[in-house]
C-alpha cells in the first residue's frame, strides 16, 4: 500500500520544478475525450521531456505526473492509484480534474486498468513507456480504441540546431551558414538523440554504446527471450555494417547457414524484434502487388546516424539514412502518407517513393555529390523513369552543397529536377510537410 505522504511529498516537489526552461520538441499530439493520447518510441528519445514541455510554467499543479519507476510508487496495483488521485486532491481540492500524465506506465500490471478508469472518470491523459513494453499493437490490445497514438522519434536537425542554440530562418539560415554546416557533420556522425546532442563530446561515443547495449539487452533479448544470442548479435552487426543497403531472408540465410544452425524463421523473428525495438527500420519497395511488396528484397536504415559509429561508419549512407528518418518523421504526422523505394526491372533506383492514399506524390534521390556527369546522369535517368513508370512529376535530389533547378531531356524523357543541399532541405521539409495529393503545402 502507498504511504499517502510520500506521495505528496512526491507531487509538491514536482510542482516545485521549473518547467520554462524545458526544450519544446516539434511533434504536436491532440486530445479528445474518452481516449488516451499515447507516446511511443525508441528509448532516449525524449518522451518523458515532451510531457514536461505540455506543462503551463504558471500552473504546473493543475498537472498531476506519475513517474512509476519512482521509489515511491513501487509496488503498486491499479487500486492503489486512488490513493494517488486522494493525496493530489487534498494537496489541491480546487482543481477538479488535473491533467494525469502516466510515465513508464508499463511498471504497473494491469496498468490499462488505471486509464480506463480516468477516462471514465472524465480525465485527459497521457501516457508513456518504454518502447520494450508499450508498442504500439499493445497499447491498442489494452486500451481497444481509447487511445490516440503518436511516436516521438529523436531529433530532427531543425530541433538539434534548437537544442543548440542556432537560429536558422530566414536570413540567419546564411549568416550562421558555417555553424550550420559544422552542427550538420555533427549531427549525421554523432546522432540526434537529445541527451547526446547536449552531451561533451568526449563521451558522446560512452553514452551511444550505452544506448545501445539497453536497447538489445532489454527491448530484445529480454522481452524475447532469444536463445540464439549469437544470431542476434550477428544481425546486430550486419546492420550497422549494412544500413542504407538492400537485406533479405534469403540474403542472410545464404550468409549465415554456413557458420551457424539457424532457420529463415528465426532470422524473420529476430529482424522483426530489432524493428519493434525502434532499432532499425526496413523499407518496403513500391510494387503493385502485395505479392511482390513481400517477397521483395527491404532496405535497412538505423534509428540513429550515431549507431552507425560502432559499425561501417560511411557519410554517403549517413545522409541516405538522415533523409529516410525525415521523410518517416513527416509520414507519421501525415494522414494517408507512406514511403518506399522503386527499382525497374532494368536496374534503374530511386531512394524514397513518397505517396499518399495510394498517390505517388514525389521521388526523392540522395547523391552527395553530383560533379561526375556519369553519377549525375545515372541519377537524372532513374528520375525520369520513375518519373514516367509512376507518374509523378515532383523529382528532388538531396546533395551535400548542391542547390539548383534543371530542365532535363534524355533519351526522350523529359522533366525538372530540382537539386537541394541536405542542410536546406532537413531545414525546410518541416514547413513543405508531405505534398498532398492536390500539390497544396
Given at each position: 500500500m502507498l504511504d499517502r505522504t510520500l506521495v505528496k511529498r512526491y507531487i509538491v516537489g514536482f510542482h516545485e520544478r521549473d518547467f520554462s526552461n524545458v526544450l519544446p520538441r516539434e511533434l504536436e499530439v491532440r486530445t479528445l475525450p474518452g481516449r488516451a493520447t499515447v507516446i511511443v518510441g525508441p528509448r532516449r528519445a525524449g518522451k518523458t521531456y515532451y510531457l514536461f514541455s505540455l506543462i503551463d510554467p504558471e500552473n504546473p499543479e493543475k498537472y498531476l505526473y506519475v513517474d512509476f519507476e519512482h521509489p515511491v510508487f513501487h509496488p503498486m496495483t491499479p487500486r492503489d492509484f486512488i490513493t494517488v488521485l486522494d493525496a493530489y486532491h487534498e494537496l489541491y481540492p480546487e482543481v477538479k480534474r488535473p491533467v494525469v500524465m502516466l510515465d513508464e506506465v508499463q511498471a504497473v500490471p494491469d496498468w490499462e486498468r488505471i486509464v480506463r478508469y480516468l477516462l471514465d472518470e472524465g480525465y485527459t491523459v497521457y501516457v508513456t513507456g518504454s518502447s520494450s513494453k508499450l508498442l504500439s499493437r499493445e497499447v491498442a490490445t489494452h486500451l481497444r480504441g481509447r487511445a490516440l497514438s503518436y511516436t516521438l522519434l529523436?531529433?530532427?536537425?531543425?530541433?538539434?540546431?534548437?537544442?543548440?542554440?542556432?537560429?536558422?530562418?530566414?536570413?540567419?539560415?546564411?549568416?550562421?551558414?558555417?555553424r550550420i554546416r559544422r552542427l550538420l557533420e555533427e549531427y549525421l556522425h554523432y546522432g540526434a538523440y537529445p541527451e547526446v546532442a547536449l552531451a561533451p563530446a568526449d563521451v558522446r561515443e560512452a553514452i551511444l554504446r550505452d544506448y545501445l547495449d539497453v536497447?538489445?539487452?532489454?527491448?530484445?533479448?529480454?522481452?524475447?527471450?532469444?536463445?540464439?544470442?549469437?544470431?542476434?548479435?550477428?544481425?546486430?552487426?550486419?546492420?550497422?555494417?549494412?544500413?542504407?543497403?538492400?537485406?533479405?531472408?534469403?540474403s542472410l540465410y545464404r550468409l549465415f547457414k554456413g557458420r551457424l544452425k539457424v532457420t529463415k524463421r528465426t532470422i524473420a523473428n529476430y529482424l522483426s524484434y530489432l524493428e519493434e525495438a525502434f532499432a532499425l527500420f526496413l523499407?518496403?519497395?513500391?510494387?503493385?502487388?502485395?505479392?511482390?511488396?513481400?517477397?521483395?528484397?527491404?532496405?535497412?536504415?538505423?534509428?540513429?546516424?550515431?549507431?552507425?559509429?560502432?559499425?561501417?561508419?560511411?557519410?554517403?549512407?549517413?545522409?541516405?539514412?538522415?533523409v529516410f528518418l525525415e521523410l518517416l518523421r513527416r509520414s507519421l504526422t501525415t494522414p494517408g502518407a507512406e514511403i518506399g523505394y522503386w527499382k525497374s526491372p532494368s536496374g534503374h533506383e530511386v531512394d524514397f517513393v513518397v505517396s499518399r492514399y495510394g498517390k505517388v506524390e514525389e521521388l526523392v534521390q540522395v547523391s552527395i555529390d553530383l560533379s561526375e556527369e556519369k553519377?549525375?546522369?545515372?541519377?537524372?535517368?532513374?528520375?525520369?523513369?520513375?518519373?514516367?513508370?509512376?507518374?509523378?512529376?515532383?523529382?528532388?535530389?538531396?546533395?551535400?552543397?548542391?542547390?539548383?533547378?534543371?530542365?532535363?531531356?534524355?533519351?526522350?524523357?523529359?522533366?525538372?529536377?530540382?537539386?537541394?543541399?541536405?542542410?536546406?532541405?532537413l531545414l525546410g521539409s518541416g514547413e513543405e510537410k508531405l505534398i498532398s495529393s492536390k500539390g497544396e503545402v
Open positions: 529523436p531529433l530532427s536537425f531543425r530541433e538539434f540546431l534548437a537544442f543548440r542554440g542556432v537560429d536558422f530562418r530566414g536570413r540567419d539560415f546564411y549568416s550562421n551558414y558555417t536497447l538489445i539487452r532489454r527491448d530484445v533479448l529480454e522481452r524475447h527471450r532469444v536463445r540464439n544470442v549469437y544470431l542476434l548479435n550477428e544481425l546486430l552487426y550486419f546492420s550497422l555494417n549494412g544500413y542504407s543497403k538492400y537485406v533479405s531472408i534469403d523499407l518496403r519497395k513500391l510494387e503493385p502487388s502485395t505479392k511482390g511488396r513481400i517477397v521483395a528484397p527491404r532496405k535497412l536504415y538505423l534509428i540513429d546516424t550515431g549507431l552507425a559509429i560502432f559499425g561501417a561508419k560511411d557519410t554517403s549512407r549517413d545522409v541516405e539514412n538522415a553519377t549525375r546522369r545515372r541519377e537524372f535517368l532513374a528520375l525520369l523513369h520513375a518519373s514516367k513508370r509512376l507518374g509523378c512529376d515532383r523529382l528532388t535530389i538531396v546533395t551535400l552543397e548542391e542547390e539548383d533547378e534543371v530542365e532535363v531531356d534524355l533519351y526522350g524523357m523529359k522533366g525538372r529536377i530540382r537539386l537541394v543541399s541536405l542542410a536546406g532541405w
